[in-house]
């Protein structure tokens, strides 16, 4: 499948590929390695959760909502 076909496609049909490919990937994590910047990210996520500015969701509640979103 082409990119120009990809983007033809629904939201959620879109959001099906990338979970399927976000799977796939997963299950080779040790095969490439995470870039830098991901550790900064983290840390900083850590801290906003730490001081009470972010909250936890379940995946499944986060997918529910961001395919309201999109």
């Known amino acids: 499948m082409s990119i120009a076909e990809l983007r033809k496609l629904p939201p ?21 390695a995470s870039p830098a910047w991901h550790e900064d990210a983290l840390r900083k996520t850590e801290g906003e959760f730490a001081a009470g500015r972010i909250e936890i969701l379940d995946w499944e509640d986060a997918k529910k909502e961001l395919r309201k979103r999109f």
């Open 12 to 32: 959620t049909e879109k959001l099906k590929i990338i979970e399927a490919l976000w799977s796939d990937l997963a299950g080779e994590e040790e095969s490439f």
